[in-house]
C-alpha cells in the first residue's frame, strides 16, 4: 500500500508502508496511470498538480495551494520523507528591470536608515527613562524621606535634580526598584495565597463564630450515656459526612443544567463517593445527631452560596475592564517600545508608587522602630545596621499592634476592617518568617561554619571581627551566602537518604520533595511559636553537624597532622604560576569533568547504602534502617482496623499531615531499641569525623604533590591543590572501576572490555594532543599578539612569552568561542561541534573530528598568526628596515590585520543587507506571485506543469 499524507486538519502524515521511495531516477514526465494524479494532501486530481519532491507513488503530486497550508501547518521547509526542501519561483511583473534603477535603492536605504534612527531615538528614550530617570528619582526620594526633614524639603526641593553622584544615585535606585518590584510581585502573591488557602476563622467573623460553636461540646443522650459521637474523631466524622452532604447537594444543583451523559457521569462518581467518603449507616440512627449535621450543613450551603455570588457579582462588574486591559497593554506599550509617549505615563506611575511603598513599607516601620528604641536607650547602643535594626523592630511592632487592633475589631463585629486586619498581620507574619528562614538562618549557619574553621586558616576570631567592623555589608553577605550553599546540599543529602532509608526513618525532617509540601501556606497557617520552635531545632540540627563536619576534624588534624595545616589562601605571590589565574583550569577542565563524568549521586548513594547495610546488620536495625520494596512490593495493603484509628475524619486528616510516603514497610523492632539508635548516632558521628578528616587531609597532599613534581613551588593557593587532589581521586576512581571491571568479567567480556578501552584510549590520545595543547595554545598566542603585548607593552619593552599562561588562557577562549558558536546561525563549525558533543566519550569519532575540525581551525588560526609576519618579512626585506622597525611594525600588524578582517567581514555583512534590499524592494514593487518547483534530476528548468484536465 502507498504512502498516503493526510490533510492539514487531519493533524498529520500518516504513513502506511515504506513501499513509496524516494526515487531520484524517476522520469519527469508525469507516466503514471490516471489514478495516481491526485494530490497527496487534497486526493483531488483537478487543476495543476506538481511534483515538487523526490517521492513517488500516490504521494508524488500535490497541489501549490495545498501544499502551502501544508507547510504552514507544519512549519517545516522540506518533506517529510525524503527530506527535499521545496522551491519556489517567484512571478515578476513584465515590466521589471533587469537592475534595479539606483534611485529605488537610495530610497530605501534612506527609508531603513530613517527608520533606524526613529527605532534608535525610541530606544535611547526608553532606556533614559527607566534605567535613568526612575532609578536616579526612586533614590533621591529615599534620601529625601530618609535623611532629611520636612522642613529641608521645602525650603530646598531643587537639591532633588542636583548633579552631584549620579552614577551612584542611579545604581542605588536600580537596587531598590529591584526590591519595589519583587515585594509587589510578592504581595499580590501572598494576599491570593491568604485569600484562597489563609485560615478563614481569621479573616472572616462568620467563619470564626461557626468555628467557635461547633468547638462547643455535642450534647449527651437524656440517659446520660455517652453516644457514638462524644469524642474528637466522631466530630471529624459530623464535618467529611457534612462536606460529603454537600458535595452531593451542590452536584444535584449544577446537573440541572447538564445533559444526561453529564447526569450519568455525575451518577458514577456519587456512587464512587458513597462508597469512599460516606460514613458507616449504623452509626447515623441518632436523631439529634442528625439534625445537628444538616444545621450544619446549611450552614455551609448557605456560607457558599453567599461567597459565590460575591464571586460571580465582583466577576460581572470587573471582566469587561481587565479584558480591555489585557488587549491593550503589552510590554512593547507598557514599556514604550511601540514609539508611543504613553510610557511617561507609567513613568509618572512607577515614581509615584515606588514613593508610597517607601513611604509605607519602609519610613514608617522605620519612624515606628527608631522612636521605641529610642525610648528604651538602645538605639545609641546600635554601631552596625541601626536603619535595617529599627525598621524589624517596627514590623515586630506593627504586627503586634495589627494583632491586637484585629482581636479587638473582631470583639466589635466590624468585618470589613476585621479581613483587612486578618490579612495585613499574615502578610507581616510570612514576611518576617521568610527573612528568618531565608536570610537570618543561612547567616547563623555561615558564622558558626567560619567560627569553627579557624584553625583551617590559622586565623583568630579577633581577626574575624576585625574584618567584620571593616566592611560589614561585605561580610555579611559572604556568610549568608555560604550558609545559604550549606543549607542547599545539606537538603539535597536529606534528599537523597529519602531514597535510600526507610520511610518514616526521617519523621523529624520535612518532606522537600512532596507536593503537597507548601512552606508559604505553612507559614501562614501555622502559629508562630510553632515556627520558633522548628527553628530551635533546625538550628540544633545544623550546628551539632557543623560541629562534626569541620570543628571536631580541624581540631583532630592539628594534633595529628600539623604541617598540613593551615591552607594557603594568599591570593598574591610572586612567581608565575600563580600570576597565572589556574581558577581557570579548576572551573574549565577539573570541575566540569568530576561533576560530569564522577556520578558523585551515584557514588554516595551506594556507599551511604551499603553503610546502613553493615552497620545495620551490627546494630540489628538492618529492617528499620532500609527499605525492603522487593518484599512489599505484592503484599496485598492492609485496611486500618475499625475504631483504631479514630474513624474516617482521622484518615483524613492523616493524609493532610502526612509528609511521608503513604506506603508503610513494617520493620521489627528489636530489644533495647533506644539504646540501639543511641549507638546508631554515635556510628554516624565517628564516620562523618573520619569522612571530613579524610577529605581536609588527602587531596590536599595530593594536589601539593603534584603541583611541587611540576612546577617545584609551594606556595600555591590551596583551591588548585585541592581541586588537583580530587581529580586525582577521580581517576584512581574510574581506574578502580575498570579494574573491577575486568575481574569481574570472563573471557568474552574481557576481550570486549579490552578492545573497547584500547580503542578509545587510540582515539583519545590521537585528539588529545590538538584539542586540549595545541588548539587552546595556538589561540592563547593570537590573543596575546592581538590584544595584550600592544596594550600592556611600550616601544622600548620586549614582549616575554609565557607558553603556559598562554595554552590556559586558551582553553578559557577556547570554551568562550565554542559557546557563542553554539548561539549563532547555523554553520559547518557548529555542525560538527554538535557531532562531537552528542556522540560523546564512547561514541568519539577521532578521525572526523581531526580532519573536520580540528585542522580546519588550527589551520585558519596559524594563517592568522602567520601572515602578518610573512607580510612584515617581506617588507622589512624589500624595504630595508631595521631590526627594531620590524619588531616595532610586527607587534602592530596584528591588531591592524585584525581590524582588516573585521572591516571586510562587516563589509560582506553590509553588501548582503544590500542584496537583501535590493530583493526586498524588487518584491515589493514587482512580485505578481510564486509558483511551485517540479522536480527534475540534474536540470534548473522553469516549473514545468502537470495539467489532469
Not at 515504506?18 to 524517476?26: C, I, K, Y
Not at 584553625?455 to 574584618?467: D, G
Not at 549568608?480 to 537523597?496: E, K, R, T
Request: with cysteine; charged share 20%; hydrophobic share 45%.
Amino acid at each position: 500500500m502507498d504512502d498516503e499524507l493526510q490533510p492539514p486538519d487531519s493533524g498529520g502524515v500518516e504513513v502506511q508502508s515504506a513501499s513509496t521511495s524516494a526515487d531520484p531516477d524517476a522520469d519527469s514526465a508525469p507516466s503514471e496511470p490516471d489514478d495516481l494524479l491526485m494530490c497527496r494532501v487534497c486526493r483531488g486530481n483537478d487543476g495543476e498538480l506538481y511534483y515538487p519532491c523526490l517521492c513517488t507513488g500516490s504521494i508524488k503530486y500535490v497541489h501549490q495551494e495545498c501544499l502551502v497550508q501544508w507547510l504552514k501547518y507544519s512549519k517545516k521547509e522540506k518533506c517529510e520523507l525524503c527530506s527535499h526542501k521545496y522551491s519556489f519561483q517567484p512571478i515578476y511583473r513584465p515590466d521589471m528591470p533587469k537592475i534595479l534603477p539606483i534611485f529605488e535603492i537610495a530610497k530605501g536605504i534612506v527609508v531603513t536608515l530613517a527608520v533606524m534612527l526613529k527605532t534608535w531615538i525610541i530606544y535611547t528614550l526608553v532606556m533614559m527613562a527607566w534605567l535613568g530617570l526612575v532609578p536616579f528619582t526612586a533614590a533621591r526620594i529615599y534620601n529625601f524621606i530618609f535623611y532629611l526633614s520636612f522642613q529641608d524639603i521645602i525650603s530646598s526641593p531643587f537639591q532633588l535634580i542636583k548633579v552631584e553622584h549620579v552614577a551612584h544615585d542611579v545604581f542605588k535606585g536600580c537596587i531598590l526598584l529591584i526590591i519595589f518590584v519583587c515585594t509587589f510581585i510578592s504581595l499580590v502573591w501572598l494576599r491570593e495565597q491568604i485569600i484562597l488557602g489563609g485560615p478563614q476563622n481569621f479573616l472572616n467573623i462568620d467563619n470564626a463564630d461557626e468555628e467557635e460553636n461547633e468547638q462547643r461540646p455535642a450534647r449527651n443522650d437524656d440517659d446520660g450515656l455517652g453516644g457514638p459521637f462524644d469524642d474528637d474523631s466522631s466530630d471529624e466524622d459530623d464535618e467529611v459526612y457534612g462536606e460529603y452532604m454537600d458535595g452531593r447537594y451542590e452536584n444535584a444543583d449544577d446537573s440541572q443544567s447538564d445533559d444526561q451523559d453529564d447526569e450519568e457521569v455525575e451518577d458514577e462518581n456519587g456512587n464512587v463517593d458513597d462508597n469512599r467518603m460516606m460514613p458507616n449507616p449504623d452509626m447515623m440512627d441518632d436523631a439529634d445527631e442528625m439534625d445537628r449535621l444538616e444545621r450544619r450543613r446549611q450552614r455551609r450551603r448557605r456560607q457558599r452560596q453567599r461567597d459565590r455570588e460575591n464571586a460571580n457579582q465582583d466577576q460581572e462588574d470587573n471582566w469587561r475592564d481587565w479584558d480591555r486591559l489585557g488587549e491593550d497593554l503589552t510590554w512593547q506599550r507598557l514599556l514604550g517600545l511601540d514609539g508611543s509617549l504613553i510610557f511617561l505615563e507609567h513613568v509618572f506611575w512607577v515614581i509615584s508608587l515606588n514613593t508610597i511603598f517607601t513611604v509605607t513599607f519602609a519610613y514608617i516601620p522605620y519612624r515606628f522602630g527608631h522612636h521605641v528604641l529610642s525610648q528604651l536607650g538602645l538605639y545609641s547602643k546600635i554601631a552596625y545596621f541601626p536603619s535595617i535594626t529599627s525598621m524589624l523592630c517596627g514590623y515586630v511592632i506593627i504586627a503586634s499592634l495589627t494583632y491586637v487592633a484585629h482581636a479587638c475589631v473582631g470583639a466589635m463585629r466590624m468585618k470589613s476592617l476585621y479581613r483587612f486586619l486578618g490579612i495585613m498581620f499574615l502578610i507581616i507574619k510570612v514576611f518576617l518568617l521568610v527573612l528568618i528562614e531565608i536570610g537570618l538562618f543561612p547567616v547563623m549557619c555561615g558564622c558558626w561554619m567560619d567560627v569553627c574553621t579557624l584553625p583551617l586558616f590559622q586565623a583568630t576570631l579577633n581577626q574575624r571581627i576585625a574584618t567584620f567592623a571593616a566592611s560589614p555589608f561585605m561580610s555579611i553577605f559572604l556568610h549568608w551566602m555560604i550558609g545559604m550553599v550549606y543549607v542547599f546540599y545539606s537538603a539535597s543529602f536529606v534528599i537523597l537518604l529519602r531514597e535510600i532509608l526507610r520511610p518514616g526513618v526521617l519523621w523529624f525532617m520535612r518532606n522537600l520533595n512532596d507536593p503537597d509540601f507548601n512552606p508559604i501556606q505553612e507559614m501562614i497557617d501555622l502559629p508562630f511559636t510553632r515556627h520558633l520552635r522548628r527553628l530551635v531545632v533546625s538550628t540544633t540540627l545544623f550546628f551539632t553537624t557543623i560541629l562534626l563536619i569541620f570543628y571536631i576534624p580541624l581540631t583532630i588534624m592539628t594534633k595529628m597532622a600539623p604541617t598540613v595545616l593551615p591552607y594557603n589562601v594568599s591570593m598574591s605571590a610572586d612567581t608565575p604560576l600563580s600570576e597565572l589565574s589556574l581558577e581557570l583550569l579548576i572551573l574549565q577542565i577539573v570541575l566540569p569533568a568530576v561533576l560530569e563524568h564522577a556520578h558523585g549521586r551515584t557514588v554516595i548513594k551506594f556507599v551511604v547504602t551499603k553503610w546502613c547495610y553493615f552497620v545495620g546488620k551490627l546494630l540489628d536495625l538492618d529492617r528499620y534502617l532500609l527499605s525492603d520494596n522487593s518484599a512489599n512490593a505484592n503484599r496485598p495493603v492492609q485496611p486500618p482496623a475499625a475504631g483504631a484509628g479514630g474513624g474516617l475524619a482521622a484518615e483524613h486528616q492523616a493524609l493532610l499531615l502526612l509528609r511521608e510516603p503513604r506506603a508503610y514497610e513494617p520493620y521489627v523492632r528489636p530489644a533495647f531499641f533506644a539504646v540501639r539508635i543511641a549507638a546508631l548516632l554515635v556510628f554516624m558521628a565517628i564516620t562523618t569525623i573520619l569522612t571530613s578528616l579524610s577529605a581536609f587531609i588527602v587531596p590536599p597532599i595530593i594536589g601539593r604533590y603534584v603541583v611541587y613534581a611540576l612546577s617545584r613551588q609551594t606556595n600555591v593557593h590551596e583551591i588548585y591543590t585541592t581541586g588537583i587532589g580530587f581529580y586525582v581521586l577521580w581517576l584512581v576512581g574510574k581506574l578502580a572501576v575498570v579494574v573491577v571491571k575486568f575481574a569481574r568479567s570472563d573471557e568474552n567480556d574481557m576481550k570486549t572490555l579490552v578492545w573497547k578501552y584500547t580503542s578509545f584510549s587510540v582515539r583519545a590520545f590521537a585528539a588529545c594532543i590538538p584539542i586540549s595543547v595545541v588548539l587552546p595554545f595556538v589561540i592563547g598566542t593570537l590573543f596575546q599578539y592581538i590584544f595584550l603585548i600592544p596594550l600592556r607593552l611600550t616601544q622600548n619593552q620586549t614582549a616575554l612569552s609565557f607558553p603556559y599562561q598562554d595554552w590556559a588562557m586558551g582553553v578559557l577562549q577556547m570554551k568562550i568561542i565554542a559557546v557563542v558558536i553554539m548561539m549563532g546561525p547555523e554553520s559547518w563549525l557548529k555542525t560538527e561541534i554538535e557531532v562531537v558533543i552528542n556522540g560523546g566519550i564512547d561514541n568519539f569519532n577521532a578521525t572526523r573530528t581531526l580532519f573536520r575540525l580540528t585542522i580546519p581551525v588550527m589551520l585558519y588560526i596559524g594563517s592568522c598568526l602567520a601572515f602578518p609576519v610573512v607580510l612584515c618579512a617581506v617588507y622589512a626585506t624589500l624595504t630595508g628596515l631595521s631590526y627594531e622597525s620590524q619588531q616595532t611594525m610586527l607587534r602592530y600588524s596584528y591588531p591592524t590585520f585584525m581590524i582588516i578582517l573585521m572591516a571586510v567581514c562587516f563589509l560582506q555583512w553590509q553588501m548582503n543587507k544590500l542584496n537583501e534590499l535590493a530583493e526586498r524592494i524588487k518584491n515589493d514593487r514587482y512580485l505578481v506571485g510564486t509558483q511551485l518547483v517540479n522536480y527534475e534530476k540534474n536540470v534548473n528548468s522553469d516549473t514545468v506543469v502537470v495539467a489532469k484536465s
